[in-house]
């Protein structure tokens, strides 16, 4: 059950990283703020490998098939995807971005079964389930931008294919060093094709910096934890409860509680059962 709690833990984190990114945004443009977010994040994850004496022995561990799939996961997570899920954060906001976006576990199961990965039934239906609650949770929350959903469905693909990936790296590294290069790798592309066209301020640094390295490293080091201990087929439906729990934490906040809130609730709570039962 320490893979599920691990699992848990990284849709709580990125519960709450959804409105930090949607306020950081407020004061600078999408690729200075990704920039900020891969650079923060992977700073954290390289003092964590510092302190646990793993930086060193993880890069001379490292050949050129695991950087090539490193270069390749952390491209498709935190460059096409999160540059994807910012701009359809801008464009349609969180109600409606969060729930299309979580769909990436459906991604996932796909790219499994291709690859000859046994797929049970209860994966099957618990996913299934989740995309209904995100759907129910969401529904006429916030005006459609046409655009803004194309982008949270190109941030679900993407997504999916990084963590499709996780399952090989996760054998031969540990696990803060799976996440905190793949940001390194990203931040060091973006610098790159900034080339100094950077527009930063104390607010986003603070938002988009600090913020966005508590909940990143947190949210990510669990979640790949989690997907060395029991797999992304099982990982991802549960993680992807993110959108629920940010709903929740909403209503708490004194929101309205609507019909489609307490059944999408329920029908979250009993497809993450079925994902950890199977």
């Not at 900034?194 to 949210?219: D, E, Q």
């Not at 906040?253 to 009993?270: D, H, N, P, Q, R």
Request: one cysteine or more; hydrophobic letters at 55%; aromatic letters at 12%.
């Amino acid at each position: 059950m320490i893979g599920e709690a691990l699992a848990i833990l990284s849709a709580f984190c990125w519960a709450g990283g959804a409105a930090v990114y949607k306020k950081g945004l407020d004061y600078t443009d999408i690729k200075s703020g990704n920039l900020l977010r891969t650079s923060f994040t992977a700073l954290g994850f390289i003092v964590i490998m510092s302190f646990n004496g793993k930086l060193f022995e993880t890069i001379k561990n490292l050949n050129v098939e695991l950087l090539a799939v490193l270069i390749v996961s952390a491209i498709f997570a935190f460059f096409i995807g999160d540059l994807c899920y910012l701009a359809a954060l801008n464009r349609s906001g969180v109600s409606k971005t969060v729930p299309i976006s979580s769909t990436y576990p459906l991604f996932v199961s796909l790219w499994s079964f291709m690859y000859g990965k046994a797929i049970s039934s209860g994966i099957v239906v618990g996913s299934i389930l989740i995309v209904i609650a995100i759907y129910l949770i969401s529904k006429g929350e916030a005006k459609q931008d046409g655009y803004g959903i194309v982008f949270a469905i190109l941030a679900a693909i993407s997504w999916s294919i990084s963590v499709f990936l996780l399952d090989y790296l996760t054998l031969y590294l540990p696990s803060e060093a799976v996440a905190g290069f793949r940001f390194l790798i990203v931040a060091l592309l973006m610098s790159a094709l900034s080339l100094g066209k950077i527009h930063i301020n104390s607010n986003a640094i603070k938002w988009l910096g600090f913020g966005s390295m508590i909940v990143l490293v947190v949210g990510n080091y669990s979640f790949v934890e989690a997907i060395r201990l029991i797999g992304s087929a099982k990982v991802a439906p549960i993680s992807a409860t993110y959108p629920v729990i940010s709903t929740i934490f909403a209503r708490i906040l004194k929101e309205k509680l609507t019909l489609e809130i307490v059944v999408g609730t329920l029908a979250s709570f009993f497809g993450v059962l079925l994902v950890i039962l199977s």
